[in-house]
C-alpha cells in the first residue's frame, strides 16, 4: 500500500498483518509484529514496514496496550454505578453504521473506568458483554505513544496506518480507545501534530470498518463536534456524575485496597464525611468520585508519613512509643481529612486556623477609625465559618467612600487574616475595562474573533487552583457596565462561562469591590461622613445615593455594603504611627547596620507625639484623607538618614 504524506514523498507501507512472518527457524524476524509485557500493561508493537532487521537490544515501538490482559491481571476494580452507560456504550460499538462511541462528561466522573470495565466484564465471560464482543480485544492508543518519535517526515502517518490497518483487520477483533481524544482537533496551525491524526481518522470511522471509544470532557466535547465531518461518525454517551451515595458505596468497595496500600485505617463512619469535605474543597471542574477518591488516597498518603516520622522520633523519645503501641495502625479522622483537602487545594492545610479573632484584632490595630466597617467584616467573616450550608455564591462586600479611607487596607488584611497571605488576592484595576470590547480580557475572545485560539492567561485562571481567594474590584463604578453585569453574574451565581468553554467559580472567593462615586451625595444627605459619632449606615440608604451611578440591580447582589467615613486629622495622626511602624519594622530588616529610634509607637499615644503632630499638620488635607500618611513617614525617615550622613543611629520622632 503506498500512502502519500506530501507533494514529492511516498511511503510505501505495508498491512500491519505482512508483518510478523517467521523465519524458517520459526522465530520472529526483526520487521515482526510482537505482543510483549511492558510492566502491568500489555503493548501491541509493530515495527514500521521499512524498518531494517534489529540488532541486539533493540525493540520496536509500542503503540497499544492491551486492557483485556490489564484486566485478566486484576488491574481494574468494579465500576458501580454504570450500567447504562455500559448498555449505551455496548449499544453503539454493535451497530453496524457508526459504531464509534464518545463517552462524554465532566473531569472526574469516570469515563475511563467504564471502558475498563468492559474489558473486565469481557474477561469474566459476562454473558451481555460477551453476546455482543466475544472474542474482541480492546486496547487503548495513547496518543503521546502515536506522537512521540514521529519528527521525520513520514513517521506520524505511517505509525497511525499501522493502528488503523491492524484494527480494521477481522482478525485482530479489536476495539480502540483513545482517552482525551479532543487533542487530535483544532486548526492544522496551531496543532498540525494531532489534525494530522484527525485527518487520517474521519475516512477510517466513515467507513465503519474501525470501531473506536474516544473520552473528552463536556467542555471539550463542543470543540470536538463542532467538525460536521467529525461528528457525524459518532454516537455520543453521556458520563454524569455520581451522587453522594453512590460516591459513598464505591469508597466502600475501594476501601481494602487503599487500606492495604497505605497500612492505614479508614473507618466507615468518615466515609460519608469524606464525600462532603471532598464536595467543600474541590478544585473547580472535579467531580465525584474522583474528589473523594483523590481526597482519601492524599489523606492516607498523610497520615502513613506522620506515622513514619513520629516512628523515627520514637527512638530519641522512647517516650512516643506509647502513643504507637495504642494505635499499631494510623486511623483517619474528619480532621485529618478536612486539612488534606485543604493541602490538596490550597498547599495549607492550617489556612482556615487563621479566624475571624484574628481578623479583628488586626483590623483594630491596622485600620484607624471605620468602627462600623470593621465590625460588619468581621461578623461576615465569622459566619463565613460556621459552615452551617454550602455556599453558592461568594461572601461579597461592596465598600463605598472617599478615596483614602482604608478601603483597599481592610481587603489586604481580610486576605491575610483569613486566607493566610496577602498573595492570595486577584486585583482587578476596573477603570482598565471602561470599554465593552475590555470584556475579552477577563473572559477570553468570541470564537472566530482575534485571539479565540490563545493560550493567554485570564486574570482568574487562578482561581481553578484555589478558589480560596479575595477579589478586589477597585472603583467599580469605572467599568462599563457590561463588565459590571458580568459581575452581578458572579453575585448572584457564584460561577460564570469565559469563552474558552471554561467556568469560573467565585462561590468560595471573597469579592471586594470598592467605590468612590456618591461621595459628595452622601455628604450633602446627611448620611454621616461629615459626622464625629461615625454609625452605621443602612443599606437602603447607600443604595439611594449609588443607583445614579449603579443599577439598583447589581448593587442588590452585594451581601453587605459599607460606608466608608472621611479620616479626621487626629484618625490621621494614628495613620502615621501605624505607618511609622509598618516602614521602620522594615527597614530594620533590610538595614541592619542601622537602628532606628523609637523601633515602635503605641497607637493610643500618637496624639502626644510633637514629631508625629508636626507631620500631621504639614500633610493631611480632607480631600486625601489618609492616602498621604505612607508617602509622609518614608520621606521622613528617609531625609533624616540623608541629613545625617556618617550616622548609624537615628532620632526619628
Same mark, same amino acid.
Given at each position: 500500500?503506498?500512502?502519500?504524506?506530501?507533494?514529492?514523498?511516498?511511503?510505501?507501507?505495508?498491512?500491519?498483518?505482512?508483518?510478523?512472518?517467521?523465519?524458517?527457524?520459526? +522465530?520472529?524476524?526483526?520487521?515482526?509484529?510482537?505482543?510483549?509485557?511492558?510492566?502491568?500493561?500489555?503493548?501491541?508493537?509493530?515495527?514500521?514496514?521499512?524498518?531494517?532487521?534489529?540488532?541486539?537490544?533493540?525493540?520496536?515501538?509500542?503503540?497499544?496496550? *492491551?486492557? *483485556?490482559?490489564?484486566?485478566?491481571?486484576?488491574?481494574?476494580?468494579?465500576?458501580?454505578?454504570?450500567?447504562?452507560?455500559?448498555? @449505551?456504550? !455496548?449499544?453503539?460499538?454493535? +451497530?453496524?453504521?457508526?459504531?464509534?462511541?464518545?463517552?462524554?462528561?465532566?473531569?472526574?466522573? %469516570?469515563? &475511563? $473506568?467504564?471502558?475498563?470495565?468492559?474489558?473486565?466484564?469481557?474477561?469474566?465471560?459476562?454473558?451481555?458483554?460477551?453476546?455482543?464482543?466475544?472474542?474482541?480485544?480492546?486496547?487503548?492508543?495513547?496518543?503521546?505513544?502515536?506522537?512521540? %518519535?514521529?519528527?521525520?517526515?513520514? @513517521?506520524?502517518?505511517? =505509525?497511525?496506518?499501522?493502528?488503523?490497518?491492524?484494527?480494521?483487520?477481522?482478525?485482530?477483533?479489536?476495539?480502540?480507545?483513545?482517552?482525551?481524544?479532543?487533542?487530535?482537533?483544532?486548526?492544522?496551525?496551531?496543532?498540525?501534530?494531532?489534525?494530522?491524526?484527525?485527518?487520517?481518522?474521519?475516512?477510517?470511522?466513515?467507513?465503519?470498518? !474501525?470501531?473506536?471509544?474516544?473520552?473528552?470532557?463536556? /467542555?471539550?466535547?463542543?470543540?470536538?463536534?463542532?467538525?460536521?465531518?467529525?461528528?457525524?461518525?459518532?454516537?455520543?454517551?453521556?458520563?454524569?456524575?455520581?451522587?453522594?451515595?453512590?460516591?459513598?458505596?464505591?469508597?466502600?468497595?475501594?476501601?481494602?485496597?487503599?487500606?492495604?496500600?497505605?497500612?492505614?485505617?479508614?473507618?466507615?463512619?468518615?466515609?460519608?464525611?469524606?464525600?462532603?469535605?471532598?464536595?467543600?474543597?474541590?478544585?473547580?471542574?472535579?467531580?465525584?468520585?474522583?474528589?473523594?477518591?483523590?481526597?482519601?488516597?492524599?489523606?492516607?498518603?498523610?497520615?502513613?508519613?506522620?506515622?513514619?516520622?513520629?516512628?523515627?522520633?520514637?527512638? &530519641?523519645?522512647?517516650?512516643?512509643?506509647?502513643?504507637?503501641?495504642?494505635?499499631?495502625?494510623?486511623?483517619?479522622?474528619?480532621?485529618?481529612?478536612?486539612?488534606?483537602?485543604?493541602?490538596?487545594?490550597?498547599?495549607?492545610?492550617?489556612?482556615?486556623? /487563621?479566624?475571624?479573632?484574628?481578623?479583628?484584632?488586626?483590623?483594630?490595630?491596622?485600620?484607624?477609625?471605620?468602627?462600623?466597617?470593621?465590625?460588619?467584616?468581621?461578623?461576615?467573616?465569622?459566619?463565613?465559618?460556621?459552615?452551617?450550608?454550602?455556599?453558592?455564591?461568594?461572601?461579597?462586600?461592596?465598600?463605598? %467612600?472617599?478615596?483614602?479611607?482604608? =478601603? &483597599?487596607?481592610?481587603?489586604? $488584611?481580610?486576605?491575610?487574616?483569613?486566607?493566610?497571605?496577602?498573595?492570595?488576592?486577584?486585583?482587578?484595576? #476596573?477603570?482598565?475595562?471602561?470599554?465593552?470590547?475590555?470584556?475579552?480580557?477577563?473572559?477570553?475572545? +468570541?470564537? %472566530?474573533?482575534?485571539?479565540?485560539?490563545?493560550? $493567554?492567561?485570564?486574570?482568574?485562571? &487562578?482561581?481553578?487552583?484555589?478558589?480560596?481567594?479575595?477579589?478586589?474590584?477597585?472603583?467599580?463604578?469605572?467599568?462599563?457596565?457590561?463588565?459590571?453585569?458580568?459581575?452581578?453574574?458572579?453575585?448572584?451565581?457564584?460561577?460564570?462561562?469565559?469563552?474558552?468553554?471554561?467556568?469560573?467559580?467565585?462561590?468560595?472567593?471573597? #469579592?471586594?469591590?470598592?467605590?468612590?462615586?456618591?461621595?459628595?451625595?452622601?455628604?450633602?444627605?446627611?448620611?454621616?461622613?461629615?459626622?464625629?459619632?461615625?454609625?452605621?449606615?443602612?443599606?437602603?440608604?447607600?443604595?439611594?445615593?449609588?443607583?445614579?451611578?449603579?443599577?439598583?440591580?447589581?448593587?442588590?447582589?452585594?451581601?453587605?455594603?459599607?460606608?466608608?467615613?472621611?479620616?479626621?486629622?487626629?484618625?490621621?495622626?494614628?495613620?502615621?504611627?501605624?505607618?511609622?511602624?509598618?516602614?521602620?519594622?522594615?527597614?530594620?530588616?533590610?538595614?541592619?547596620?542601622?537602628?532606628?529610634?523609637?523601633?515602635?509607637?503605641?497607637?493610643?499615644?500618637?496624639?502626644? *507625639?510633637?514629631?508625629?503632630?508636626?507631620?500631621?499638620? /504639614?500633610?493631611?488635607?480632607?480631600?486625601?484623607?489618609?492616602?498621604?500618611?505612607?508617602?509622609?513617614?518614608?520621606?521622613?525617615?528617609? $531625609?533624616?538618614?540623608?541629613?545625617?550622613?556618617?550616622?548609624?543611629?537615628?532620632?526619628?520622632?
Amino acid at each position: 500500500m503506498e500512502i502519500k504524506t506530501g507533494k514529492h514523498d511516498t511511503l510505501r507501507m505495508a498491512s500491519i498483518h505482512d508483518f510478523g512472518k517467521n523465519d524458517q527457524n520459526g +522465530s520472529n524476524s526483526g520487521s515482526g509484529s510482537s505482543t510483549s509485557a511492558s510492566g502491568s500493561a500489555v503493548i501491541v508493537t509493530q515495527a514500521p514496514s521499512n524498518s531494517k532487521s534489529k540488532g541486539p537490544g533493540e525493540e520496536d515501538t509500542g503503540l497499544l496496550v *492491551n486492557y *483485556n490482559e490489564l484486566a485478566k491481571k486484576g488491574e481494574f476494580t468494579e465500576a458501580l454505578f454504570r450500567d447504562a452507560q455500559i448498555m @449505551q456504550t !455496548l449499544s453503539v460499538l454493535a +451497530s453496524k453504521n457508526k459504531p464509534n462511541a464518545l463517552l462524554t462528561g465532566d473531569a472526574g466522573v %469516570g469515563k &475511563t $473506568q467504564i471502558v475498563e470495565e468492559i474489558a473486565r466484564r469481557l474477561v469474566n465471560d459476562d454473558p451481555i458483554v460477551n453476546g455482543l464482543l466475544k472474542g474482541i480485544t480492546l486496547y487503548e492508543l495513547p496518543l503521546g505513544k502515536i506522537v512521540s %518519535g514521529s519528527s521525520l517526515v513520514g @513517521q506520524l502517518e505511517e =505509525k497511525i496506518y499501522q493502528v488503523i490497518d491492524f484494527a480494521q483487520n477481522a482478525k485482530s477483533k479489536a476495539i480502540i480507545f483513545i482517552d482525551e481524544i479532543h487533542q487530535i482537533m483544532g486548526s492544522s496551525e496551531t496543532n498540525p501534530t494531532y489534525n494530522k491524526l484527525a485527518q487520517i481518522l474521519k475516512p477510517a470511522l466513515g467507513r465503519g470498518h !474501525l470501531r473506536v471509544i474516544g473520552a473528552t470532557t463536556t /467542555q471539550e466535547a463542543v470543540t470536538f463536534l463542532s467538525d460536521p465531518a467529525f461528528s457525524r461518525r459518532w454516537s455520543e454517551v453521556q458520563v454524569p456524575e455520581l451522587s453522594p451515595e453512590q460516591t459513598a458505596e464505591i469508597i466502600l468497595n475501594i476501601r481494602d485496597t487503599f487500606q492495604k496500600h497505605h497500612n492505614v485505617i479508614l473507618p466507615d463512619n468518615v466515609i460519608e464525611q469524606a464525600v462532603a469535605i471532598g464536595d467543600e474543597f474541590k478544585q473547580y471542574g472535579s467531580h465525584r468520585p474522583d474528589t473523594t477518591i483523590t481526597l482519601i488516597d492524599k489523606a492516607m498518603a498523610d497520615a502513613r508519613i506522620k506515622r513514619i516520622k513520629l516512628e523515627e522520633d520514637a527512638k &530519641t523519645n522512647p517516650q512516643l512509643n506509647h502513643i504507637i503501641a495504642a494505635q499499631p495502625r494510623p486511623i483517619i479522622n474528619v480532621k485529618q481529612l478536612k486539612q488534606s483537602a485543604l493541602s490538596l487545594l490550597t498547599g495549607d492545610e492550617k489556612m482556615f486556623e /487563621q479566624n475571624a479573632d484574628r481578623l479583628k484584632d488586626t483590623l483594630n490595630t491596622q485600620i484607624i477609625g471605620q468602627a462600623s466597617a470593621k465590625t460588619a467584616v468581621v461578623d461576615a467573616v465569622r459566619r463565613l465559618g460556621l459552615r452551617l450550608t454550602k455556599r453558592k455564591r461568594p461572601v461579597s462586600f461592596l465598600f463605598a %467612600g472617599p478615596s483614602g479611607t482604608g =478601603k &483597599t487596607e481592610i481587603a489586604k $488584611q481580610v486576605t491575610e487574616a483569613v486566607f493566610g497571605s496577602k498573595e492570595r488576592m486577584v486585583y482587578i484595576n #476596573m477603570s482598565e475595562f471602561s470599554n465593552p470590547a475590555s470584556m475579552t480580557r477577563i473572559i477570553g475572545s +468570541s470564537a %472566530g474573533y482575534v485571539g479565540s485560539d490563545s493560550k $493567554q492567561e485570564l486574570p482568574f485562571d &487562578t482561581l481553578e487552583n484555589n478558589p480560596y481567594q479575595v477579589v478586589l474590584l477597585d472603583e467599580f463604578e469605572k467599568a462599563h457596565t457590561e463588565v459590571q453585569r458580568f459581575f452581578m453574574q458572579a453575585l448572584d451565581e457564584g460561577v460564570v462561562k469565559t469563552n474558552r468553554n471554561k467556568e469560573i467559580d467565585f462561590s468560595r472567593t471573597i #469579592m471586594i469591590a470598592t467605590t468612590n462615586a456618591g461621595v459628595i451625595d452622601m455628604a450633602k444627605n446627611a448620611i454621616g461622613f461629615t459626622q464625629d459619632a461615625e454609625p452605621e449606615r443602612s443599606s437602603e440608604d447607600i443604595i439611594r445615593i449609588l443607583q445614579s451611578s449603579f443599577d439598583t440591580e447589581l448593587l442588590n447582589r452585594f451581601e453587605k455594603l459599607i460606608a466608608f467615613t472621611p479620616i479626621k486629622k487626629e484618625d490621621y495622626t494614628r495613620i502615621l504611627a501605624v505607618k511609622y511602624n509598618q516602614i521602620v519594622q522594615e527597614a530594620q530588616a533590610n538595614r541592619k547596620d542601622l537602628v532606628f529610634s523609637p523601633s515602635h509607637v503605641d497607637i493610643e499615644q500618637a496624639l502626644q *507625639n510633637d514629631k508625629l503632630l508636626e507631620l500631621a499638620e /504639614q500633610s493631611y488635607t480632607p480631600a486625601s484623607n489618609g492616602r498621604p500618611a505612607e508617602r509622609t513617614i518614608r520621606e521622613h525617615i528617609e $531625609q533624616t538618614i540623608l541629613d545625617n550622613p556618617n550616622d548609624t543611629q537615628f532620632d526619628l520622632l
